[in-house]
């Protein structure tokens, strides 16, 4: 299992934008899925965003469509997903949570099915009022 640590989360007033960045290790991240999932009070765990490194295919929840993208970088040992985060509204408040995965899944699942997600983060709060 890799190894993920969040950051980049904030305050910030609406219409701000924020970048969570999600250090990973401890793998090769060749055809792994990637996505932020988010979590706010009384509210269920939702998937925001995905990308399977094998075509950097990705996807996202209808949420976030035209304002939050993600994408991955590779700088020698170093590998980062990203999520930037534009126009952000209140409802955007919550704990956001990078979560790796090898198993094969579609681009749907990878929004919905936390469960097939074996590694995940720790959290960075985002906050916008």
């Known amino acids: 299992h890799v190894q993920l640590v969040e950051s980049g989360g904030g305050s910030v007033q609406a219409g701000g934008s924020l970048r969570l960045s999600c250090s990973v290790s401890?793998?090769?991240?060749?055809?792994?899925?990637f996505a932020w999932f988010r979590q706010a009070p009384d509210k269920e765990h939702q998937g925001v965003a995905a990308?399977?490194?094998?075509?950097?295919?990705?996807?996202?929840a209808d949420s976030a469509k035209g304002r939050l993208t993600i994408s991955h970088s590779r700088d020698n040992a170093k590998y980062m997903v990203y999520l930037q985060m534009d126009s952000l509204k209140p409802e955007d408040t919550a704990m956001y949570y990078c979560?790796?995965?090898?198993?094969?899944?579609?681009?749907?699942?990878?929004?919905?099915?936390?469960?097939?997600?074996?590694?995940w983060g720790q959290g960075t709060q985002v906050t916008v009022s």
């Open positions: 401890g793998d090769t991240y060749n055809n792994y899925c």
């Open positions: 979560g790796a995965s090898r198993v094969i899944m579609t681009p749907t699942q990878a929004l919905t099915t936390s469960s097939l997600f074996r590694s």
């Open positions: 990308i399977y490194t094998g075509g950097d295919v990705t996807s996202y």
